[in-house]
């Protein structure tokens, strides 16, 4: 049974992030419901997106190469590997883990109090699931295996 993510529709009030032509534009209430982020202040958000996307792109590129080279110039047009999972919406996950695994880095580093380094402790452990998402999206999308190893 194929998986279909909630459909959101760009209104007034959000902002689109622009991207390559290859890719899809980003929306930033989509990665706030997402996320379930409840941010006000929309700037921090806004970077961690397009850094996370920029990063997503550079990972991509040359395997995006590889795709317009076979006649497909965007990634919609790109058959997916697997029936249930668009690209696109790996794609979107990708960027979004990505973006969300920086915002819990950046409170990792605002946070000094006494409690702090318990606090930080477990945050590490959320941003790197996050990191992890994003790597397993970005090798899903092409086609390649995905291995996630802990040292102990």
């Known amino acids: 049974m194929p998986l279909t993510a909630p459909q959101f529709d760009i209104t007034e009030d959000d902002f689109i992030v622009l991207n390559d032509d290859f890719f899809p534009f980003l929306s930033l209430n989509k990665f706030k419901t997402m996320m379930r982020l409840v941010d006000n202040n929309d700037e921090p958000l806004l970077f961690a997106i397009q850094s996370s996307m920029f990063e997503a792109n550079r990972e991509l ?27 696109a919406a790996l794609y979107e996950n990708a960027v979004f883990s990505g973006a969300k ?30 990191y992890s998402v994003k790597r397993r999206n970005l090798r899903m999308m092409q086609n390649k295996p995905f291995i996630a190893c802990e040292l102990i």
């Open 61 to 87: 590129s040359s395997w995006v190469c590889q795709q317009v080279r076979l006649g497909y110039f965007l990634l919609t047009e790109v058959p997916s590997p697997s029936d249930n999972q668009s690209l």
């Open 101 to 130: 695994a920086m915002i819990i880095d950046s409170y990792r580093t605002q946070d000094t109090t006494g409690s702090g380094h318990n606090r930080a402790d477990s945050l590490d452990l959320q941003s790197d699931m996050y």
